[in-house]
């Protein structure tokens, strides 16, 4: 498996319509079937993804263009081929028709002769090869799309629920074609509802339940899990408890309450012209016409706000001072090692600021609070208006290792920290962070999580002049987090919300 990114999946979130005219009007939707997935597929790499079939079509849809998720976004340069035996017990033209739409689709056209001369070879092809594909069985059909994905020329492929399909004869025969993409270094996403496929050739696991990420990990580690889970659910002896089996992961996919987003329609064409309507909308347009309206007459009658008529005379009006903004701020450490109040905090930790004068800052640590030299510090107020940007943006100037696979290593954020000193090889650690060995990125805890993540920039001085930049530590604002420059020492520091 190398170290590049084919495919990433980023906040794939997808509901259906619902049927009912009144939620339909107040935006809610049907069903939450995915909810905030992300993940990414390296070539060479076997991805096992576990879910029910309904989520795994889903996901299918959205990975091979044919479905537009809610929220949220595919990125890739990479072909597909999409893979699934469902998509074709209706096909209607003879399998030698079948045959040929594939490999001119994913194959050099020069090549599609003598792939069609060695795939007609085969007993199974040579026995169907004028029979319509409706008219043959899922397994066969099953058997057919693995050997056509061995010709094709796809740098993804994915197989959606093949497993059910085949035999127990036929376990050598996916193993083989899984193994034979896995040499040729394409990158396999392998969706399925069965835990067997995915624990005998994945080289990474990622679950899904409720259409929600369950597990995202090594395959070893993953299959205890569900292992566990599945022991769990096998004691459950009435429908009662049933209903109260994870309970929490029912609510999180369900409640519309309990869900932050607002999921936009997919298209026009699936509402009709009152559905398009948005009741809010218009009421703030009328509000607006209101002001516009009233305005209008103000001006109109000349009326003036002080209460006075208008004499000629220039008027002044007292605009109050700006007062300082007294919510939470923060003051990210500039320096290698700083101590406050007997602690050691590592460099682009982040500290509270209760408050700062000239020269120096108020640093909150506990119940107590110390002066400190202001110059030790970048000031980061959350509340603030930074210049608004995007990750993306920003890759180029920072470090290709992380530019490469910012994806695999902003993984972690968020979460419990055991997931960064459990899983990757650590140079040094502590409660407060860690630093990966070998590779320039370091991680930031807070209350066991992990908050934030730094690592070397590059070229700054064309970042100055893309984004019209005059101070040297810079903050901009992305839509899920910050990012702060810290020019002196030219690093990074990477918050996500």
């Known amino acids: 498996m190398q170290n590049i990114i084919l495919l990433r999946a980023l906040n794939l979130t997808y509901a259906k319509e619902s049927k009912k005219f009144a939620d339909r009007m107040l935006g809610r939707e049907e069903g939450l079937l995915l909810k905030d997935v992300t993940f990414h597929l390296y070539k060479g790499e076997v991805l096992g993804i576990l879910s029910d079939y309904r989520t795994l079509h889903y996901l299918k849809e959205m990975v091979n263009g044919s479905l537009d998720p809610k929220e949220g976004r595919i990125k890739t340069d990479s072909s597909i081929l999409s893979l699934d035996v469902l998509d074709h017990i209706n096909h209607p033209h003879p399998l030698n028709i079948f045959v040929f739409e594939i490999l001119d689709e994913y194959m050099r056209t020069e090549d599609v002769e003598e792939a069609v001369g060695q795939i007609v070879a085969q007993p199974l092809f040579r026995k169907y090869w004028s029979t319509p594909v409706r008219e043959l069985t899922r397994r066969d059909i099953a058997l057919i799309l693995l050997e056509l994905s061995r010709f094709t020329d796809a740098e993804i492929i994915v197989y959606c629920n093949m497993y059910r399909h085949l035999k127990s004869q036929d376990t050598a025969v996916f193993k083989s074609t899984i193994n034979g993409q896995e040499d040729k270094e394409r990158g396999v996403l392998l969706l399925e509802s069965s835990i067997e496929p995915i624990e005998s050739l994945a080289n990474y696991f990622l679950w899904l339940s409720y259409g929600q990420i369950r597990y995202d990990g090594s395959v070893k580690q993953g299959i205890t899990q569900y292992n566990t889970y ?36 997919l298209s026009r064409k699936q509402a009709s012209p009152i559905d398009g309507l948005n009741i809010r909308k218009i009421i703030l347009s009328l509000v607006l016409m209101f002001t516009m309206l009233m305005a209008s007459v103000v001006i109109f009658m000349d ?27 923060y003051a990210v450490n500039a320096e290698e090692s700083l101590e406050v109040n007997g602690e050691s905090h590592p460099y682009m930790s982040l500290l509270q600021v209760s408050d700062r004068e000239e020269g120096t800052y108020t640093i909150v640590d506990g119940e107590t609070t110390v002066e400190m030299d202001a110059s030790s510090f970048i000031y980061f107020n959350p509340a603030s208006l930074y210049p608004e940007t995007t990750l993306e943006a920003l890759l180029p100037y920072t470090d290709e290792v992380f530019e490469n696979n910012y994806l695999y290593y902003s993984r972690v954020m968020n979460r419990e920290s055991g997931a960064v000193t459990e899983s990757m090889n650590l140079s040094a650690s502590s409660d407060r962070h860690a630093e990966l060995s070998g590779i320039p990125i370091s991680y930031q805890f807070r209350d066991g999580l992990v908050f934030s993540m730094s690592f070397p920039a590059r070229g700054i001085d064309g970042m100055y002049e893309a984004f019209g930049i005059t101070t040297e530590d810079v903050i901009f604002r992305l839509p899920d987090g910050y990012m702060i420059l810290d020019a002196s020492n030219q690093t990074w520091l990477y918050i996500q919300r």
């Open 230 to 265: 599945m022991k769990q659910k096998s004691q459950l002896k009435s429908v009662d408890e049933e209903a109260q089996f994870d309970l929490e992961w029912k609510r999180n996919i369900n409640e519309y309450g309990r869900y932050a987003h607002g999921l936009k329609r």
């Open 303 to 329: 009326i003036s706000f002080t209460g006075s008529a208008n004499t000629g005379q220039e008027q002044t009006v007292a605009v109050p001072e700006t007062e300082v903004d007294d919510r939470i701020a």
